[in-house]
């Protein structure tokens, strides 16, 4: 099978950085790995600098590697996942696989210690091996999820089809990656995040959500009725303080404060609902809960 | 310029083989080595 280079591939310049993301990824967590057994080999434990000085001495190497190691994880996982994403398929995951890299490799360590070939020949070292089946267990639940979401597409562009069979269809810098968005997500909100996605170049895009059109609708209602029962409310209610005093002191006298009292603060509730809601503070269900609440004390009232 | 599927793969595991081989470089220049 013979294939040529097509639009769809990454450019050059992007292939170099994510590689130099990965690459980087790899010498960390080989430092990690290296600084973590040296300090195994002395019991597990050591100290540098201060009044732990007499105590047990790192072995020379140790800090540096694990420095290093640890933090230069956090430089270069930015920069395989910036790039990745770019270069689309199992490489858009890099640092999901350089987790489960860092927690096997580290688990090892736990369980060739505490397990296999314990230091000083102290027998089995049960805080070890518990750690080593945990960090085993760390590492392998994101390696089989992403696998199982690349393996029909181990290198290549994801689950989309295309040229060459790994690729995804023609036409420039399409998404290698569709996210699933929370159905009652703001269609309007996905579609500003995919245009900010689009505007980065990473080969990822949201879906629209699955209840969008009827959120809306469902929104809209809400709206509708919210508004009749605030302008009702409004129309029986003088607007002047002086007359409203003047109404309340008249047929109904202090039951009737109290009631306008209680009914504008059950508006005031409605109001403050609808707010959280259009800030995302409650959910479409968690609304309807509360409006219909207030919405039975309102009709009581009147 | 781009680069072929095949051709970023060879590259990124040819990237992961020399940042091991670095990563132990590494250690043994800190180990005093």
Redesign the interface.
Known sequence: MTRTVSRQDPLVSDVVKASIGVGGLAMCITLAFLGMRSVMDIGGACADGGPYVPVQSCPDGATPSLLLGIFGLFLFGGIAMVYGVRLGGIWSAAPLFAWSGLFLALGWNFLDYGLFNPPFDEGVIWGWLLCGVIFVAMGLAPLLGGLAMFGDAPLGRGRSGGSGGSGRPSGGRGPAMVLQPAADADPEAVETFNRALASAGVAATVAAPAGGAARQAELRGIASDMGAVITEAAAETPADPLARDALDAGDDGAGGAAFNEGTQALLDRLERLADLRDRGMLGAEEYETAKASVMRELEARS | ?????????V??V???????A???R???????G
């Open positions: 310029m781009r680069v072929s599927r095949v051709g970023v793969n590259i990124m040819v990237a992961i083989v020399v940042g091991i670095a990563g132990i590494l250690y043994a220049f800190f180990a005093g």
